[in-house]
């Protein structure tokens, strides 16, 4: 007899109409994967990205949501811009209790409490794979994941905390990563109070870099206790704020209006690392900027095992603060995803099955 369980489907392109809290078939792992009860996961910005088809880079994306002659899954919309197929369970962010294993797994995995790395990796970058976009996620009471990207945890932090670790923490630590950042680097991290943002100046800090974060309007506290050296707002000063300071690395997850200023803020030979673009991935460059300051751009979303191993390293030594904002439970998925793009909270919204 099929075992059922919770779950939210992606049924498709569109708005919070399109997910679904149903019962499902629980999972059973296949050869070389392991089966999760999901302690706790985190809402992120490609959960919304992928529902809404942001990824789509061409300008007729809205003009193809309308065409009901071609499928959801044949169009374009996935981080890698190929086909999502639906329906799908989103959730990347994963920490809970392996119940069960499946064939050429070892037995140690059993019972153990463990977090996962969202990316499976394959024969080469192109045909990488993300956890609750390309295969099922978190959003759910049981899920099946490769044990290879499966990590037993030892850490006195909670589900929920832990649950902020593997997609904002592994993305800033990829950024850094990509951007070279050392106690050398003066880092301006636009976007500093998002998950990406707050994660980027905890793992700055631990770089021993010089930090300065660019915040919303009553967060400037906020990144301060993250140990932030440098805290402006967004607003019509910033440019000159920023010329007081020798800028070697701009991190930016926002793009929009501000990118030009971070950009120009960058003195010889900086480098500018990016991985989103949540104000909007259309930006103005000044080719003078790049050229004759021999400036290095950089984007960075595909990482590799050992950015992930890292983090590991910085949770249990201690290292981290997670930042939760709000916990919702499964089933409040559409109010979660709501409350997530109002953007007037600091930390991570977090799922509870």
Known sequence: MTQLMN?????GYGGLEKLEYTQVAKPIPQQG???IKVGACSVNNTDINTRTGWYAADEGFQEILQD??????????GWSQTG???????????????VEIGADVEPK????????????????????????????????EYVAIPATNVYPINSSLSDVELATVPCSYSTAENLLTKGRVSYQDTVVIMGASGGVGSSAVQLAKIRGATVIAIVGKNKEHLVKELGADYI???????????????????VDVVGGEYFEIIFKALSIGGRYVTAGAIASPIVELDLRDLI???????????????????????????????????VFPLNEIKEAQKFFQSKSFFGKVVITP
């Open 84 to 98: 999502i197929k639906f329906p799908r369970i989103q959730g990347a962010d994963i920490v809970g209790e392996v």
């Open 33 to 35: 994967e392991v089966l």
């Open 68 to 77: 009901t002659k071609k499928n959801d899954e044949e169009k374009s919309t």
């Open 232 to 250: 402006y707002p967004r607003n019509d000063e910033l440019a000159s704020n920023l010329a007081q300071h020798e800028i070697t690395v701009s």
């Open 109 to 140: 995995f059993l019972n153990q409490r463990v977090i996962v790395d969202p990316w499976i990796r394959l024969e080469n970058r192109e045909k990488y794979q993300y956890v609750g976009s390309e295969l099922n996620g978190g959003f759910a």
């Open 292 to 326: 004759y300051k021999d400036t290095e751009m950089i984007g960075a979303t595909r990482f590799e095992p050992q950015v992930f191993q890292n983090l590991l390293q910085y949770i249990e030594k201690g290292l981290l603060k997670p930042q939760v904002a709000k």
């Open 7 to 11: 779950a939210v489907l992606l049924t």
